[in-house]
């Protein structure tokens, strides 16, 4: 399995448009962080978790050329208004599937209503195939199961996905134990970790390192990074054995 990191960014990016903050202005490509997005390569199936508003440029530099299944998160912006770039993966390979929880896709049917047009559909648009996420259900895509993991964004649900041994999860603040069974043991997990200070809707790095400890994964990326965090190299230091800073266009093997 191959995982890409197309984005290791919170909402507003690394840098923030108009922003004199030293993260922003640094000089390391590793401190430039578009949003947060990955791409994950099986024997089975490419697919994508999350497409936000940098999803286009994330494509032409991971240049990934196939799209078997979109998953999604959340219905914030940051993980979902790039839905309309998935158009040269269309006009390629037809109809897109996308898996999200159903108030995700009525959120974006809404927000995208040409998309999701059935009748005088205008032909420049993609379509796509809606699939509902349901906690506690697994799903296959192209006979690679997908298992969907429940927590929350401050009081907004959001699903992670474990695909193999690799567990991904973004914009978490609380997850229940009966969730964490689920993830337990997996080789890799990615998981958010927006900065050192505390916050409402997702983990702190105190929070994530508990996580991590009752997860007990063999290595941890973090990603969903603000600036305020810090400098790439600096927040590495102070990391344990075995978590890593994720960054743009990072690529492992598992």
Known sequence: ??????????S?????????????????????RLRVSVWVETEKVSLVIDCGPDFRQQ?????CEKIEALLFTHEHSD???????????????????IYA???????????????????NKYPGAPSIIENEVVNNQ???????????VNAFHGSLQVFGYRIQDFVYLTDVKTIEACEIVKIKDCKVLVVNCLR????????????????????????TYLTHISHLFGFHEEI?????????????NLEINI
């Open 196 to 219: 050192e200070e505390p916050h409402a809707t997702h983990f702190n790095l105190e929070e994530v390192l508990h996580f991590i400890s009752l997860v007990r994964p063999k290595t």
């Open 12 to 32: 507003q990016g690394i840098p923030v448009i108009g922003s004199h903050h030293s993260v922003c202005l640094s000089a390391d490509e590793k401190d430039k």
């Open 79 to 97: 993980h979902t208004a790039g839905l309309d770039d998935i158009r040269p993966f269309f006009f390629k390979q037809g109809a897109i599937p």
């Open 236 to 248: 590495q230091k102070k990391l344990p054995e075995n978590v890593f800073v994720a960054y743009d």
């Open 59 to 63: 494509m032409l530099n991971s240049k």
């Open 138 to 148: 697994p799903f296959t895509v192209n006979n690679e199961t997908i298992v969907p």
């Open 1 to 10: 399995m191959k995982v890409y990191f197309l984005g290791t960014g919170t």
């Open 101 to 119: 929880h159903q108030r995700v896709l009525k959120n974006l049917e809404k927000r995208f209503d040409y998309i999701f047009e059935t009748e």
